[in-house]
Structure formats: structure tokens, C-alpha cells
């Protein structure tokens, strides 16, 4: 069994910053990769960031240069930076473990609020 746990989420005002972190645990026999999906209210979850396990990246053109995803594959675990928040950025944040073979699995979801 394979959990998928995030924390790191609040209230924070615009123009702010949050660090969410992922910690995947259980029978894990090789992550391809990991990242980070957002659902905002009365919209579909989209792609935020993701991080191979050798270390390529891919961002959602909306939080480039923004946000910074980072990884410790020793604690197989995800960070989030997010800097510069916008309001529009509110959402549940989900994160996304790949196995190198089987099912993806999700997190059960962080809010992040940005006020104006």
C-alpha cells in the first residue's frame, strides 16, 4: 500500500510565499516522477509542476518563475516553494506520485489561499 501525504498549506496574503511538502511512503518500487496538480473551485485540476527522478522539471506557464519544485529521492519526498502569490494561485494543491510501473497515486490535498 502507497500513501501520499501533503502539508505545507494556508492563508497567506498576495505577493507572499508557502513551502508544501510530499511524503510518499509504502511498498514503492521506483518513483519516475512526482509533482504537484491544483483544483480551484468550479475548475479542473491542472498541472502545476513536475520533477523526474533524475531531476527535469516541467512548469505550468502560469507559476514559472514563480514556483520551484525541488525533491529528496532518499526520503522520497516533494517540496513545493511558491513565491510571488496570487490570488488567482488559490486552490486545493494535490500531489502526484508516478511509479516507474503501476498506478499513479494522489495525495488527499492541501488549500492554498491567497488573499488580496
Do not use: H
Amino acid at each position: 500500500q502507497v500513501q501520499v501525504v501533503e502539508s505545507g498549506g494556508g492563508l497567506v496574503q498576495a505577493g507572499g510565499s508557502l513551502r508544501l511538502s510530499c511524503v510518499a511512503s509504502g511498498r514503492i518500487f521506483g518513483i519516475k516522477a512526482m509533482g504537484w496538480y491544483r483544483q480551484a473551485p468550479g475548475k479542473q485540476r491542472e498541472l502545476v509542476t513536475t520533477i523526474t527522478s533524475g531531476g527535469t522539471t516541467n512548469y505550468a506557464d502560469s507559476v514559472k518563475g514563480r514556483f520551484t519544485i525541488s525533491r529528496d529521492n532518499t526520503k522520497n519526498t516533494v517540496y513545493l516553494q511558491m513565491n510571488s502569490l496570487k490570488p488567482e494561485d488559490t486552490a486545493v494543491y494535490y500531489c502526484n506520485l508516478s511509479p516507474i510501473v503501476g498506478e499513479t497515486y494522489w495525495g488527499q490535498g492541501t488549500q492554498v489561499t491567497v488573499s488580496s
